[in-house]
């Protein structure tokens, strides 16, 4: 009898943990810290939402040619697919240059609205994406439109992730103007703030071939620094790094 309920026992566990999902795995870890603006004096975070897409490699280009660096919080599919070939070498090229590369979630849902098992999927197939790409996995997530409740912010610190809002909204999802967006930045940076983390979408062309440049312009002559939403907080911008993987029949969306 001892041995058959000691089999029965360990069966249950067994079957049990087959079932977990990773927030149930790590239900232990507190939840997600929200960072909302930068800590460190005199930095500036760009960072662009919705990608990657056509002016991830032009908003590398112009940073570095600054001497400066932005974040990327990329979808898996949101106006296109992160494995799409052209746009898994757009995310590689970013991280290899060592711009931040992080999470939107999988396709930019409203997670407060979402089921425990579909947050906990959003987040997890992007740390995939992520991983499989570039062989990191981003210690950040920005809520797609800044939503998150008790239970997004549950469920991303069991993936041992923190949330990501911003300061600084340029609005250019709302169709503000190159000069619109501009005068944004410029009443902010003139208040000097000790740190500014920004709202930008890589969609746009204005907001990556004119505002960017300005911004980095301006931004510089003030004394600020453009850098990465880790380093504007003091912290690791990825859990762990590794090799990226070798594209196979999983790179799907």
Request: charged share 15%.
């Amino acid at each position: 009898m001892r041995t058959t309920s000691f089999v029965a026992s360990a069966l249950f566990i067994s079957c049990t943990h087959a079932l977990l999902t990773p927030a149930d795995k790590h239900e232990t870890r507190a939840a997600a810290r929200v960072y909302t603006t930068c800590t460190q004096p005199k930095t500036l975070a760009v960072t662009f939402d919705d990608g990657p897409n056509t002016y991830t490699k032009t908003i590398v280009d112009t940073l570095d040619q600054a001497g400066g660096k932005a974040t990327f919080f990329f979808n898996g599919k949101n106006y296109n697919c992160i494995y799409d070939t052209t746009n898994a070498d757009r995310a590689k090229y970013a991280f290899d240059r060592g711009h931040q590369v992080a999470s939107h979630t999988w396709a930019h849902l409203h997670l407060p609205t979402l089921t425990t098992a579909q947050i906990t999927s959003e987040i997890q197939r992007t740390n995939d994406a992520i991983k499989k790409i570039t062989g990191a996995v981003p210690a950040f997530i920005r809520p797609p439109y800044g939503e998150y409740n008790t239970n997004v912010q549950n469920i991303a610190g069991s993936f041992g992730q923190s949330l990501v809002t911003w300061d600084l909204d340029s609005q250019d999802w709302n169709g503000a103007s190159v000069s619109q967006i501009e005068a944004t930045y410029k009443a902010r940076i003139d208040s000097n703030p000790n740190g500014i983390l920004t709202l930008n979408h890589e969609v746009y062309s204005g907001s990556a071939q004119q505002v960017l440049p300005w911004v980095i312009n301006y931004a510089k002559s003030k004394g600020y620094k453009l850098v990465t939403v880790a380093d504007c907080v003091g912290a690791q911008p990825y859990l762990s790094k590794g090799s990226p993987s070798t594209r196979d029949g999983s790179w799907v969306c």
